[in-house]
């Protein structure tokens, strides 16, 4: 892995700095020859750094280095009870479907478990659930008394 993320980060420096890219390319492929301990700098299996081409993007890498979670603030009856982080829902969920997946994480985490009961509970009570932003905002309007632990 630092091989290649060297190797890319050469390449994409050559076209600015080429001097500096090729002696950086030549001491990451630089290996001594076994008879008598010189480099082969240049050889056939070594060739210059602009031999490569420019790296294309790896979407895979790009995904995984991302950040996949966002902030999710949780309100109750309109106040602010607590703020989270949630997985980064998938854009083609909307309506229920959006509400149900964003509650379920929200429960999951251990500030949905203080507030809503360990197994959920106080979302049940709930008169009516608005997700708003893609999950940024969740609103709780429950009945007086009908609450959670924390509420």
Request: aromatic share 6%.
């Amino acid at each position: 892995l630092r091989y290649h993320a060297t190797s890319v980060l050469v390449r994409m420096m050559a076209p600015l700095t080429p001097a500096f890219a090729e002696e950086c390319w030549e001491a990451l492929h630089t290996a001594p020859d076994a008879a008598d301990g010189t480099a082969l700098a240049n050889s056939p299996r070594n060739p210059s750094i602009f031999d490569h081409p420019f790296p294309d993007p790896d979407i895979r890498i790009i995904e995984q280095l991302s950040n996949r979670s966002q902030p999710c603030a949780v309100q109750i009856n309109g106040k602010l009870k607590f703020a989270t982080k949630i997985p980064v829902p998938d854009p083609a969920l909307s309506g229920e479907e959006l509400q149900r997946w964003v509650v379920e994480r929200i429960v999951a985490t251990e500030e949905g478990r203080k507030v809503f009961g360990d197994d959920g509970e106080g979302v049940r009570g709930a008169k009516k659930i608005v997700v708003v932003r893609g999950g940024r905002t969740v609103n709780f309007v429950i009945p007086r008394g009908k609450g959670g632990k924390g509420m």
